[in-house]
């Protein structure tokens, strides 16, 4: 624990009032103290009672979301113990616990997640990407009519604290739009890996967090037809082959071919969104479910849903034939030859497909019902599954069910950034993993090898078998650390030999570095390789090289 | 961009009000719709402009702080400008700026923060830490009480949405002792890197944020005297060495060491904390200073600080002594002689720095007039400072002066986490790194050298002389991502040769491939060093092994 606020003002020392826990104390006195409350806190604490009191009242009235009453209970019930008798409240006594809809990652979460990272942002490194990083919340105007009035109502807002109204990111995308409008940067390749907020209805069990990650890789700039594309389509490729995610698929498709079918079907404009959601459910509901509901709810009539139907399942009409060929077919097709539009979004997705080919993209598999997230997406669409991802595996603690929904998606959007700044548009297109999602099919996949996932990278542990060899553990450390050899010791003058193995085993630590006195009279140290007991000594004169030659023996299979 | 929402909860598909800018689609008139306001929206303005414009009115009554009127006015003005005539007002025309205090990092200054946390998180991996993380907010009662009065008005908190109270890490230490109570973890070495945020008064040009990054290293156990803060110690030392940070010191102190030196010269512990701020001033303000201080405003007699002055002052007034010969002398002195407290802590001091000899920490520099961060502190405290980092070394962008203030900080905290669970107490010790300052400090060397940052690592860039090549630089391309080679290709059917080659120079590309008909037809490609402009030509064969070979050469000095 640390003086923090050095690093932001470095003036601490004129201003004690920024030193943290300035109240806090050791003593279990003043312990108390800190999580007692004072009498202007109790008055407060009363008031804010009586509020919250006639808030659930009058929301049950008016039948508010039982989950939300439930949250004012509770929030109730734990501001009643504030104020209730401490004599069975010990100090700080209230629930330990994270906000709702988050959690901790503990060293094993983190050494997983650390894991799918690093093959991502090594992709978007290998593709000549630079990263950003915007601030955490942004302006409230900023966010403002950008998710729709659902999305709107699920951002987390900052309170008025005096000074400007923020609100916590939703996404990253608009974010890099506010910055590309600001700065007038015209042309970036840029990847933001960072957090993002959303006050949904969390679901832990099924991976779905009210704080999660985001990894978008975006391409921004005014470049050649499908160019881009290729490259956001060869990064998804690579990561999921690289994550050895088995068996996916990038599901591609494009705006105006989907505009075409809706036109030849005699499909108003007015319903293309929302049709396009029952569409989209094809992918895991039969037709029939979704024929069903185009009638009865969407309110098409017979003739136009059998259109619809026969081209938007054309790929599943048409089993067994490449992209190319299944284009060839629909653009032959004569209620289709004469649209426009589809013309136009097939004649780009022939060239997304060349381009895809020459790239070695083998995973692409043209999906003329893929209808996702079109309130943006002005061309290509692009979503990657893995239909079977998990199918051997256990469920993971997670809950997640196998391999269901999307790993990956993106598709281009060529009028965000004018929202801010009409007069300099941007186009853009880009994609984003859905890296909870693959943390838990890298996580499971762990599981069903049964791999301890090691949480330090230690290689060395500089142990002792006897008393009064701390001096000489330490002179041993220095020289490893300073040969930049991972290395830990323990903190006892005079630790327990088996002590120090079991920690070796427990955190799969390779080497073991041993010196008592006979050790030291020979001038020598012994080298226990951990997993299999042997031990050799060798001359403590090169002791960097021996370790560094057994490591790699080692490391080598 | 994507339908982000996928990731989140695998089912957007039957929940597409999840869909961000669900009311967003590319053509003008909806962009407009997007930010004009709707009805509902013009009266809520109105509403709060009426509540802005009364509690205006009652601050300037009360003479609040001028500067939080000022916000208040400017949100004001914002508001109004959101219903003024929309003639005047196009579409999104708003001031985009990211919230005060905060900073958009683009490509060239992630590339400075990515080499400074590298370093810093090797060091930490190389010391056998494991990491963790936790939410970017806690429960506003996690973070109640923990920082003082002052600091508890610097924390952000969130808006009451229904739910939980909740309020913004303000650091990476009550989460993590929130952490231990709550996971009741007895023994952990754990590193963590985020952003903590502060409603501070920020100061850009010297590198005060509202949102800044926190690098903190603790070790939590139960542990043998010094050992866990001799390594705290050895981690600073390496990492301001490896930052080649010029003449820095770790100066250490001890809590008892100081309360010893408070009795002896007969100042009431109650004075402890205001006392112990003055004298930490010595490191920037003449003995002078701090004595008028002491007598003026702490209310010390003369005789009270004369005494205190001669001992904390001991190290100065002692210049070229060691470390031990120091704390040798002050023992000596008849009137510590006999003081217990003072003995303890200087026992204490003396096996750490011994061990630090051991380990090869030179930069110690034991300094009784080290006082900082004592409402926690329960044992050795430490501090290292760079006061010659950047003498010569013009001001940065940050106009941070040269080389002022603490780098690194911490000590002993046995207290905090029986503040979560009095019966679960966890001894810790750490230390934690500024890190804005050592970006600001690394950022003023490469400006010195002017060294051109790089901030993507191309390595290869796929080019053509001519046209209709693109076929071919993809095939290129496709082979050199396979081997791991870092490449791009520029994203034009035809791009101009010229335009590909200062692309290469202005990013510092070091290789470019050049494949036109004459290659194709022999079957070879253009190696070009982009810095000497020498060309070679190399087989398609073995492209990869040529790529892989001159990019050693050049990276071999």
């Known amino acids: 624990?640390?003086?923090?606020l050095n690093w932001n003002d470095g003036m601490a020392t004129v201003m004690p009032n920024y030193n943290c826990r300035k109240e806090m104390t050791i003593d279990g006195e003043t312990n108390r103290m800190a999580v007692e409350l004072s009498e202007a806190e109790r008055t407060s604490v009363q008031e804010e009672l009586k509020v919250l009191g006639d808030k659930i009242r009058a929301m049950k009235a008016d039948n508010a979301d039982p989950e939300v009453i439930k949250e004012h209970v509770a929030q109730l019930k734990s501001l009643k113990t504030k104020l209730g008798d401490k004599g069975d409240e010990a100090p700080g006594k209230f629930v330990l616990k994270t906000p709702k809809g988050t959690r901790d990652y503990d060293p094993?979460?983190?050494?997983?997640?650390?894991?799918?990272?690093q093959i991502v942002t090594e992709a978007f490194k290998r593709h000549g990407a630079e990263t950003i990083d915007t601030p955490v919340f942004e302006l409230r105007e900023v966010l403002l009519g950008k998710y729709g009035e659902e999305g709107g109502k699920l951002v987390y807002d900052l309170q008025d604290q005096g000074g400007e109204l923020l609100s916590m990111r939703y996404d990253l995308t608009v974010p890099f739009a506010r910055y590309l409008a600001m700065t007038k940067v015209k042309n970036i390749k840029r990847y933001h890996i960072a957090k993002v907020y959303r006050r949904d209805q969390p679901n832990m069990t099924r991976g779905r967090y009210r704080e999660f990650y985001q990894c978008d890789f975006d391409i921004a700039g005014q470049y050649d037809l499908m160019l881009p594309e290729s490259e956001c389509l060869?990064?998804?490729?690579e990561v999921l082959k690289k994550l050895e995610i088995e068996q996916f698929f990038i599901h591609l498709n494009h705006r105006l071919l989907l505009e075409g079918m809706f036109e030849v079907s005699g499909i108003s404009p007015k319903l293309f969104k929302t049709v396009c959601s029952s569409v989209d459910k094809l992918d895991k509901s039969p037709w029939a479910e979704v024929e069903n509901e185009l009638l009865k709810d969407k309110g098409l009539n017979p003739e136009q849903t059998k259109?619809?139907?026969?081209?938007?399942?054309?790929?599943?009409?048409?089993?067994g034939?490449?992209?190319?060929e299944l284009i060839k077919k629909m653009r032959n097709l004569p209620e289709l030859s004469g649209n426009a539009k589809f013309k136009k979004g097939a004649d780009e997705l022939e060239v997304l497909i060349k381009y895809c080919d020459l790239l070695g993209v083998d995973s692409l598999k043209f999906e003329p019902s893929l209808a996702r997230g079109l309130d943006y997406y002005t061309g290509a669409i692009y979503e990657a599954v893995a239909p079977h991802?998990?199918?051997e595996v256990v469920e993971t603690e997670s809950g997640l069910p196998a391999g269901v929904g999307s790993v990956a998606a993106g598709g281009r959007y060529d009028g965000l950034v004018s929202m801010f700044n009409p007069k300099n548009n941007v186009p853009c297109c880009g994609v984003s993993f859905g890296i909870e999602r693959l943390f838990t099919l890298v996580e499971a996949k762990l599981k069903?090898?049964?791999?301890?996932?090691?949480?330090?990278?230690t290689e060395v542990y500089v142990a002792s078998p006897q008393k009064g060899m701390l001096a000489e553990r330490l002179k041993l450390c220095k020289q490893l650390w300073a040969a930049d050899i991972k290395t830990e010791f323990p903190y006892k003058a005079?630790?327990?030999?088996?002590?120090?193995?079991?920690?070796?085993e427990a955190h799969q630590i390779p080497l073991a570095l041993i010196i008592g006195d006979g050790e030291l009279e020979k001038g020598v140290v012994k080298l226990r390789v951990v997993a299999t007991r042997e031990e050799k000594e060798v001359p403590l004169a090169n002791l960097v090289e021996s370790v560094r030659d057994t490591l790699k023996q080692l490391s080598s299979p």
């Open 234 to 237: 060869k990064i998804v490729d």
């Open 321 to 324: 034939v490449s992209n190319e």
């Open 494 to 504: 005079n630790p327990k030999l088996l002590d120090q193995l079991q920690y070796c």
């Open 307 to 319: 259109k619809l139907g026969d081209l938007v399942r054309f790929r599943e009409l048409n089993p």
């Open 1 to 4: 624990m640390k003086d923090e």
């Open 389 to 391: 991802a998990m199918d």
């Open 108 to 117: 094993e979460a983190m050494a997983v997640r650390e894991s799918v990272l």
């Open 448 to 457: 069903k090898k049964s791999t301890t996932i090691r949480t330090k990278q």
